[in-house]
């Protein structure tokens, strides 16, 4: 049984034409379903829907033997479990976007650099965040959350935020621009590495067809 670890949302979404490459069919459409196991036309082969967070570590404890998940999920969940084991093979070059910090649109963000003030920043992103402003010599005071980050600087939580930015709707609606760009970010494949030894014959053809396909997409 080859078991695939996807969250629901985007990656759901733009991984389907990756796998269908391979000849996959998910028999079901998590949107419409509670099920958290899904079959596919292949009976050997399943989809199991987990938080975008957890995909990580499904793979590298083998719940999963492959997984896909944003590439600030991996850095996050490599700075906290340096031990899980992860085999990282492609870039899938889908559900692409860009970890920014934004700020009020009438906060001056660059004088408060100049001056070296201590600024407040929100973020579900921790160690991304932390290495970037250790990166610019900057002290800050980090606020860890869940979600909703635009709204801590709207209520005086937060002088900035450090959040994915795709469309950059969210931002404007809420009054926010980027002002530092930390790094692109896409989809990755993370692969189990015993189940790759051990799967190679079933996993391998997978894996070069959902390469084949986000080579062919990007
Ligand atoms: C992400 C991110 C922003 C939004 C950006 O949140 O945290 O809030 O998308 O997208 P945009 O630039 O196209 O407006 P998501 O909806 O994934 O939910 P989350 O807060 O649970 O991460």
Redesign the pocket.
Known sequence: MITLALSK??IFEETLPLIQAAGIEVSEDPERSRKLILGTNMPDVRVVLVRATDVPTYVAQGGADLGVCGLDTLIEHQAESASDDLFQPIDLDIAK?RMSVAVPADFDYAQAVRRGARLKVAT?YTHMARAFFATKGMHVDLIKL?????LAPLIGLADAIV???????????NRLVEVEHIMDISARLVVNPASLKLKCARLQPLLDAMAAKAGAIA
């Open positions: 949302g985007r976007c579900k869940y979600g909703s980050m635009e959040d994915l930015v795709s469309t950059g709707n969210t931002l404007k609606a």
